[in-house]
């Protein structure tokens, strides 16, 4: 195995795995700068390592990539934390966050959670924003989600990407499970990464990779299995879905999995745009059969339980 690049001394990476995302900390004496904070039941763990790694230096200000639960459910707990913290966040659901409206910002037909927080100000689209020690490059990067933004520092040539490129591919397209069509738009935004030339790309969930144009291929050979056979996105979705529920609860019966389902709105819109056919029942049996099968999950009785 290849070495893993190395990150600037001023830029450290706090690698989360799931249910988290990557948090991106940049460090600088005038005020060091979080991007992204994770998800809600991992926010404890976000402020400690933040405050592990800053010691007795304030955080002065949070960024939100965009407004996934797994991206900002750790805003509420840094703001608490962090009295004189700005929090920084894409423009597009601005109003949504202000009268806190968790059907719009995707946490309730996600059935997921996240938090209460506030922010000061958006990120606006070819603007270019100090933090940490850098000035950033704000890239609007819509696909995975249409109010998401990359960061980009044209002197060291680094890209945050979110989940707009990961080493092996791309995040769920959200829009599309709506209905609304946007694996255009995830083609736009790998055509926009790669004319950026990015050097090294912090994605938002897995390692720091230098490898793009693999990166870039990949991620392409995926979108193109996706606009052959649209349903095949769908049912990864879906599945994505569960994983996310089971990675959260670890276990849970049959019977309290199928009412959290019938509370997620997200199931009965992908089930009615694009598996109409099949009766729900076992079109959702058939999603965790799959994820058993996969060595994803399993059954123990009626216990549903993570694997």
């Not at 520092?153 to 990961?166: F, G, M, T």
């Not at 092996?168 to 736009?188: H, M, R, S, T, Y």
């Not at 990949?218 to 606009?227: C, T, W």
């Given at each position: ?19 988290s ?7 600088s ?5 979080l ?5 809600a ?7 400690a ?10 955080l ?6 965009h ?44 059935g ?34 249409p109010?998401?933004?990359?960061l980009f ?14 080493e ?21 935004t ?21 490898g793009?144009?693999?990166a ?12 052959a ?13 569960i ?38 029942e ?14 994803a ?11």
């Open positions: 195995m290849s070495e893993r690049p190395e990150l600037p001394i001023d830029i450290r990476v706090f690698e989360r795995g799931w249910l995302s990557n948090n991106i900390l940049l460090l004496e005038a005020g060091s700068t991007v992204d904070s994770g998800y039941t991992h926010a404890a763990q976000t402020v390592l933040v405050e592990d790694a800053l010691g007795a230096s304030p002065s200000t949070l960024v939100n990539t407004l996934h639960s797994d991206h900002c459910g750790g805003n509420a707990l840094l703001q608490a934390r962090y009295v004189d913290m700005r929090t920084l966040i894409p423009p597009g659901q601005a109003e949504a966050v202000r009268r806190w409206d968790a059907n719009a910002l995707s946490y309730t037909p996600t997921q959670s996240c938090e209460q927080f506030h922010f000061d100000a958006t990120l606006q689209h070819g603007s270019t924003v100090r933090l940490g020690q850098r000035n950033w490059q704000v890239h609007s990067a819509p696909g995975h989600d109010h998401s933004v990359i520092d044209p002197e060291s040539r680094i890209l945050i990407s979110a989940d707009a490129l990961w092996n591919g791309f995040g769920v397209v959200f829009p599309e499970i709506e209905g609304i069509d946007a694996f255009g738009e995830v083609a736009d790998l055509d926009l990464i790669e004319s950026l030339q990015p050097r090294l790309v912090i994605p938002g969930h897995g390692a720091i990779f230098d793009v144009s693999q870039l291929f990949v991620a392409r050979e995926r979108l193109n299995h996706y606009l056979d649209p349903r095949r996105h769908a049912r990864h979705a879906a599945k994505v879905l994983k996310f529920k089971l990675l959260e609860a670890q276990h849970c019966t049959l019977s309290d999995f199928r009412h959290w389902v019938a509370q997620t709105t997200y199931f009965s819109t992908l089930h009615q745009a694009y598996f109409s056919t099949e009766q729900f076992p079109w959702l049996d058939g999603l965790l059969n799959d994820l058993i099968r996969s060595g999950a399993q059954m123990d009785g009626q216990m549903l339980v993570n694997q």
